[in-house]
């Protein structure tokens, strides 16, 4: 029995990939197909199977210039930047995470216009513990 890959491992869910500017071309290639047409096929198989699933592409960097650069491909942007969320830096040194969640908040109370509460001093002090203690074991 083949072993499953990660799009069949995903399917009917989410897939997560870091770091897709990093893609060399020919999985790029790879990767559209599979967002075009919602199929996949084992490796050393002809035999194409369908999978639903939602993509999660995250960078460090702005794809649009690796794309007039000709380093990523241009179709393949258009097909992952379906909603685009640029996370701000945080300054304060390991809040970075209760910073995102500050971010998000705001963008969902924007969005949905819906009046979320902020989050309590003490949900901060924890975050920022465990930031801390995964930053110095």
């Known amino acids: 029995m083949k072993k499953k890959g990660k799009f ?3 399917d009917k ?3 997560f990939l870091d770091e897709v500017e990093n893609m060399p071309m020919p ?6 197909r599979v967002l075009e047409v919602r199929e996949v096929e084992m490796l050393g198989d002809s035999k194409s199977i ?15 210039p ?3 650069q000709g380093t990523f491909r241009e179709d393949l ?14 300054a304060a040194a ?23 509460k902020v989050l309590s001093s003490q949900v901060k002090e924890v975050f920022f513990a465990v930031s ?5 074991p």
């Open 8 to 10: 069949l491992m995903a």
């Open 13 to 15: 869910g989410t897939l």
């Open 27 to 32: 999985l790029q290639k790879k990767l559209l």
């Open 50 to 64: 369908p999978v639903d699933i939602r993509i999660i592409a995250a960078t460090n960097k702005s794809l649009w």
């Open 66 to 68: 690796l794309v007039t």
């Open 77 to 90: 942007f258009h097909r992952l930047n379906v909603i685009s969320l640029e996370i701000p830096p945080c």
């Open 94 to 116: 390991g809040m970075t995470f209760f910073c995102s969640l500050n971010f998000f908040l705001e963008e969902f109370r924007k969005s949905f216009f819906h009046p979320v």
């Open 132 to 136: 801390l203690a995964r930053k110095y």
